[in-house]
């Protein structure tokens, strides 16, 4: 009998501290979704100084066209920064780029125009190439000029 009240015991034990543990976890879950709805993470200045940029997610590809070594790289975490979602990065199939691109991937030309304009790239030198397969927005091609873009 005394066996049988020791097991008891034990299995209460372990039941309330499980539901201890998942009270905890739904405490947190709760606390972190009440902060990110009071404070909103904004990660640039540059973002906060121009509303255009964060109206809606622009999926961006950057490749490098001028040669230098981890260009493309380089420049992601300041395109993140503008409110871009860089989901993929490397080289162009070529490296003779002399002028910077952006190619619109999809219908919403216009999120072509907005980076167009937030790089500082003249209209004309927005592409467009759309198809089925590309599951971005935008490609940016860095070229030789990547010093005068407003990186």
């Given at each position: 009998?005394?066996?049988?009240?020791?097991?008891?015991?034990?299995?209460s034990l372990?039941?309330n501290t499980a539901?201890?543990?998942?009270?905890f976890?739904?405490?947190?879950l709760i606390f972190?979704?009440?902060?990110?709805?009071l404070?909103?993470?904004i990660?640039?200045?540059?973002v906060?100084?121009?509303?255009?940029?964060?109206?809606?997610v622009?999926q961006?590809?950057?490749?490098?066209g001028?040669?230098?070594?981890?260009?493309?790289?380089n420049?992601?975490s300041?395109?993140?920064?503008?409110?871009f979602?860089?989901?993929e990065?490397?080289n162009f199939?070529?490296f003779n780029?002399?002028?910077?691109?952006?190619?619109a991937?999809?219908?919403?030309?216009?999120n072509?125009?907005?980076v167009?304009?937030?790089l500082?790239?003249?209209?004309?030198h927005i592409?467009r190439e759309?198809?089925?397969?590309?599951y971005?927005?935008v490609?940016?091609?860095l070229g030789a000029?990547?010093k005068?873009?407003?990186?």
């Amino acid at each position: 009998m005394a066996d049988s009240k020791q097991e008891k015991d034990r299995s209460s034990l372990l039941l309330n501290t499980a539901i201890g543990f998942l009270g905890f976890l739904l405490f947190i879950l709760i606390f972190s979704l009440i902060a990110r709805v009071l404070f909103p993470r904004i990660s640039s200045d540059r973002v906060e100084q121009d509303p255009v940029l964060i109206s809606s997610v622009i999926q961006l590809e950057v490749l490098n066209g001028c040669g230098v070594p981890g260009l493309a790289t380089n420049y992601t975490s300041t395109l993140r920064g503008y409110g871009f979602d860089v989901v993929e990065t490397g080289n162009f199939d070529h490296f003779n780029m002399e002028k910077s691109v952006v190619i619109a991937r999809s219908n919403q030309t216009e999120n072509a125009e907005r980076v167009a304009r937030a790089l500082g790239i003249e209209e004309e030198h927005i592409l467009r190439e759309i198809s089925g397969e590309f599951y971005l927005d935008v490609t940016l091609v860095l070229g030789a000029d990547y010093k005068t873009l407003n990186l």
